[in-house]
C-alpha cells in the first residue's frame, strides 16, 4: 500500500508488488507461530475506509504507506510451533496480503480453523465470501435489525449482485418469503437476480429507480438494505411503508467522495412520520453472539442450495490491488475473491 487517498477513486497503482522478501520456515519459525500460505483473499469496500481518513465500521486502524495490506484470507498451515495447529490445516481471519507468512497463532488475534464440518464440501473461498464475513453481515443484520420480518413483506437490497446484497436478497426469498427486489449496476446483474429468485431488479444506470420502485412496489416497501447511499436512500424513505426498517449496512457510493460533496438527505422526517426504523450495523459486534449460529446455519443453507454462492475470483496475489479497484466500481458479480494458490 503506497499511501493514503483522501478524495477520489484510489488509482491501480497505489498497489505495489514486493516480490524481494523471502522466509526460512526452518531458519524463522519461533515457539507459538505457524508459517502460512495464503489460498484465497478477500477484496472489501470497507478497505477504502482504511485508505483515507475517514470514519469506519472497521474496527482497527488505518493501512501503513509502505506496508502490505491485510484483509479477511484463508490460508493453509504448512509449517506450526504452536500447539493446537498442524500442518495442512485450513484456517481464516485478517492477515497480511502476503502468499507467504509467519504468524502468531493466536486466536484473540482472529485467527481460527474454518469449521471442520464444511471441509470437503465446499470451496475453500466460501469462508471469506457465503461462509465468511459477507455471509455474516447478511444474516445477522436480518436477524438483529430487519426482524421481525412477515412472510410477504416487500423488501429492496442495494447493490444486490455484490457478495452481501447476493445473500441478503436469497435470504430474504428463500428462507423469510418476502417479495424482493434488486438493485444493481448491469443487465447480466440483473439477469443473475432473477436467476437467483428475486422477483424483480433492475439496472440503476439505465431505469429511474424511481420508476423501476413504483412498478415493483406500488404499494411501497417495508425492508430496505441499504448498501449505497447517497439519492437512493432518499428515494427509498419516500416510498417506505410505516413501520418500515432500513438496515444500514454500508454506503459505497459515499466512500470516495470529499465531506463536502456527501450527500445530503434531504427527507429524514419522513422516518419520524412514517415510524421507520433504521439502524447501523457493524457485523464484527454479532460474532461473540451468534457466530457458532451463522456457521451452522448458512453452512446448511449452501449445501443443502438455499443460498447459492457466486463468485467472481481474480487469479494471482499481484492482481489484488486491480480486483480492489475493479470491486470498487461493479467488475465484480458476487464475490470478489482473489485467488492466491490451489487448494
Ligand atoms: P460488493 O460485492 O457489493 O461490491 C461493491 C458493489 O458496490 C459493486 O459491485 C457495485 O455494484 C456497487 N457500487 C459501487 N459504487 C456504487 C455507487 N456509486 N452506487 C451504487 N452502487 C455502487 O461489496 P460488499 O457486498 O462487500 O459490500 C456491500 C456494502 O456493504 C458496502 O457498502 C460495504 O461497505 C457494506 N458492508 C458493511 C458491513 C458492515 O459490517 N456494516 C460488512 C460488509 C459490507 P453495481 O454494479 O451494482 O454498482
Not at 17 to 40: C, H, M, S, T
Not at 49 to 72: A, C, D, I, N, V
Not at 108 to 128: C, D
Request: net charge negative; hydrophobic share 40%.
Amino acid at each position: 500500500f503506497k499511501e493514503f487517498v483522501n478524495d477520489g477513486k484510489v488509482p491501480e497503482d497505489n498497489f505495489v508488488v514486493n516480490k524481494e522478501q523471502r522466509i526460512d520456515p526452518e531458519a524463522d519459525l519461533k515457539d507459538g507461530q505457524i508459517f502460512l500460505r495464503l489460498l484465497y483473499l478477500s477484496v472489501d469496500p470497507y478497505m477504502r475506509t482504511r485508505m483515507r481518513k475517514m470514519e469506519s465500521y472497521y474496527l482497527g486502524s488505518g493501512f501503513e504507506p509502505g506496508k502490505p495490506l491485510q484483509g479477511g484470507c484463508v490460508a493453509q498451515v504448512v509449517a506450526s510451533k504452536a500447539p493446537g495447529f498442524a500442518e495442512g490445516e485450513v484456517v481464516s481471519g485478517m492477515l497480511p496480503w502476503s502468499s507467504h507468512q509467519i504468524v502468531e497463532a493466536d486466536a484473540q488475534k482472529g485467527l481460527h480453523k474454518v469449521e471442520p464440518s464444511l471441509l470437503g464440501k465446499v470451496p475453500l473461498s466460501y469462508f471469506v465470501g457465503v461462509l465468511g464475513m459477507p455471509g455474516m453481515t447478511a444474516w445477522s443484520g436480518l436477524k438483529k435489525i430487519a426482524e421481525p420480518i412477515k412472510e410477504g413483506e416487500v423488501a429492496l437490497v442495494s447493490a444486490a449482485a455484490g457478495a452481501v446484497g447476493l445473500i441478503v436478497g436469497q435470504l430474504l426469498k428463500h428462507v423469510y418469503g418476502c417479495k424482493v427486489i434488486g438493485s444493481a449496476g448491469s443487465n447480466d446483474k440483473v439477469a443473475l437476480l432473477r436467476e437467483l429468485g428475486f422477483d424483480a431488479a433492475f439496472n440503476y444506470h439505465t431505469t429511474p429507480k424511481e420508476q423501476a420502485l413504483k412498478e415493483a412496489a406500488p404499494d411501497g416497501i417495508d425492508i430496505y438494505w441499504e448498501n449505497v447511499g447517497g439519492p437512493v436512500l432518499e428515494t427509498v424513505i419516500e416510498m417506505c411503508r410505516p413501520h418500515a426498517r432500513i438496515v444500514a449496512c454500508g454506503m459505497i457510493s459515499q466512500y470516495d467522495l470529499p465531506d463536502e460533496e456527501k450527500y445530503g438527505v434531504k427527507n429524514l422526517f419522513h422516518v419520524v412520520t412514517k415510524r421507520i426504523k433504521m439502524q447501523g450495523m457493524v457485523v464484527a459486534d454479532y460474532y461473540a453472539e451468534l457466530g457458532k449460529e451463522f456457521a451452522t446455519t448458512m453452512g446448511k443453507y449452501v449445501t443443502e442450495g438455499k443460498v447459492k454462492a457466486v463468485e467472481h475470483v481474480t487469479e494471482g496475489i499481484e492482481n489484488a490491488g486491480k480486483a480492489w479497484v475493479e470491486m470498487m466500481v461493479g467488475g465484480n458479480t458476487g464475490k470478489a475473491v482473489v485467488k492466491v494458490a490451489a487448494e
